[in-house]
């Protein structure tokens, strides 16, 4: 059954009708076409007023004053705000004032409108457009939130976190600001895609559903194909596919990639998230760490303008050289422990010693990971590399040149939070089918993260996979921190919600017409 109609949304349906009776199209089709933007009027008129004398421009009405024969409507455009000038003798010459009684004087707040004429500046000086022609765009029949003003600068008029995610498309209308977020979001991205392109790694696409989910340790989603009746899966990473290319003799591939985990919700963690993988022949860890240093300050740069951002109470320098210790250096700096000698029974007591809930399903990488996760993580508020990692932690890294037991992996940590992931990549197939087996007897055990054996990605690495750098690195993760986003659910435009269980009012209509 359909909601309940407001009374507000009773009047606007009523108008609405009252156009259809005037013969009036309320949702017309016609290609409008518009040579100006708020923008480009407010700062360029200044400069030369002889700019804008035959302006054509649309927009949604953000606020209106009326007053008798002449009124003044703010109009918002993808860029910013104008105010609009209407005269009635003007825009209805003659003696039919129809067009204006009938039509302009039932515009609402919300509606979009395309109006033409020049700009000038009003007695109290402010830049306008003077209307001598108006066209109905787009009536709007539900009524928006509130905008609230003080001091001429306008404010949140729609802040329930979860309504503004829900309806985003509302949230970017009334609170416009938030749009910079996600501008900056794409600059990030194609920041980091040229700083790739130009050092001539190839952008490539890889499989979504697959038939195994691999290269990461997550719980997937899965769904059933009927023409082929069998089982896939929606992405975890897509790690196995880029080095199967590097097998194939590409040199250096990446992929901008969306992933799907089926795990928990915060504000870290979204069930569909974007990462980009890079894969580069004949290179390293050590040299991947150099490659994360240069991408990043770039990307701040390209951003700010700086290597400095602020985020939350910190203020963050991307410039390179980042601090780095090894995983087990981290852990002892922070709690004065070496645990690097320590066999499972010993780690398992010193992690409940520093507060972490252990259990039966946990082996020596994972009892390693929540301890470093508990004790170090969130005190790592500068960009600082953590490497040489135990190689129960990491089954598709190679092992440690020089340190047994240890592999060739680093993850970036900033404002105390996983940036990405890296590693020297294991290409011994049978030392990759012996880590997969052992994945598999912790599956076994009850840990529903443990990665599956993939027989096709061992079979290409039995061809031969060149000595290889791989890289993870969480496009969200770094737009929060880029954008000062203290939620993953700010710097997605439609994050996952819970379903909706019935309709709220969002706010107070802004008009009682």
Not at 354 to 364: E, H, N, P, R, Y
Request: with cysteine; proline share 5%; glycine share 6%.
């Amino acid at each position: 059954m359909a909601n309940e109609l407001s009374e507000q949304e009773v009047i606007r349906r009523k108008k609405l009708d009252d156009f259809t009776n005037l013969g009036v199209n309320a949702y017309p089709a016609p290609l409008y076409e518009v040579n100006a933007t708020s923008k480009e009027i407010l700062e360029k008129y200044p400069e030369d007023n002889t700019l804008f004398q035959n302006v054509s421009f649309a927009g949604r009405i953000m606020s209106q004053r009326i007053m008798g024969a002449v009124s003044f409507y703010e109009l918002q455009d993808a860029v910013g705000k104008i105010q609009i000038y209407v005269k009635r003798d003007e825009i209805c010459p003659g003696e039919d004032k129809t067009m204006y009684n009938s039509v302009f004087k039932k515009l609402d707040i919300g509606d979009i409108i395309g109006v033409k004429g020049f700009v000038f500046t009003t007695q109290t000086g402010a830049i306008s457009i003077h209307v001598k022609e108006f066209t109905l765009l787009c009536k709007s029949v539900r009524p928006l939130p509130i905008v609230k003003e003080k001091d001429g600068t306008t404010y949140d008029a729609f802040s329930d976190p979860e309504q503004r995610y829900r309806q985003r498309y509302l949230d970017l209308i009334v609170n416009p600001h938030i749009k910079d977020t996600f501008i900056k979001r794409t600059k990030l991205v194609n920041t980091m895609r040229n700083f790739l392109n130009e050092k001539g790694y190839l952008e490539v696409e890889t499989p979504i559903l697959q038939p195994l989910y691999g290269g990461a340790a997550a719980r997937p989603f899965k769904t059933h194909h009927n023409t082929l009746d069998m089982t896939l899966y929606l992405r975890i990473a897509d790690e196995l596919y880029l080095k199967k290319l590097i097998v194939g003799g590409f040199d250096g591939v990446y992929e901008f990639s969306k992933d799907f985990r089926n795990e928990g919700m915060d504000r870290f963690h979204n069930p569909e998230f974007t990462q980009m993988e890079l894969y580069v022949a004949y290179k390293d860890y050590e040299w991947m760490m150099n490659l994360v240093e240069e991408m990043v300050e770039a990307v701040a740069i390209a951003l700010h303008g700086t290597t400095q951002v602020q985020v939350g109470e910190n203020l963050i320098d991307f410039k390179r050289p980042w601090k780095r210790y090894t995983m087990f250096e981290a852990i002892e700096h922070f709690t004065g422990t070496d645990v690097s000698n320590m066999d499972e029974a010993q780690l398992a007591a010193f992690a409940k010693s520093v507060g972490v809930a252990v259990d039966s399903t946990m082996g020596k990488g994972k009892l390693i990971d929540e301890i470093f996760g508990e004790t170090a993580e969130s005190k790592l508020i500068q960009p600082t590399f953590i490497y040489d990692y135990p190689v129960e932690m990491s089954p598709l890294t190679k092992m440690h040149r020089s340190k047994p037991g240890m592999t060739e992996r680093f993850e970036a940590m900033c404002n105390g939070k996983e940036l990405c992931n890296a590693y020297s990549e294991l290409n011994d197939p049978i030392d990759q089918r012996r880590r997969f087996e052992a994945q598999l007897e912790l599956g076994k055990r009850g840990d529903t993260e443990s990665m599956v054996l993939d027989e096709d990605f061992l079979r290409a690495l039995e061809f031969g996979m060149p000595p290889t750098a791989g890289l993870g690195i969480g496009i969200d993760r770094l737009a929060m921190i880029m954008t000062n986003s203290p939620s993953i659910q700010d710097v997605l435009l439609f994050p996952q919600m819970r379903p909706e269980k019935k309709e709220t009012p969002t706010e107070t209509p802004a008009e009682t017409k």
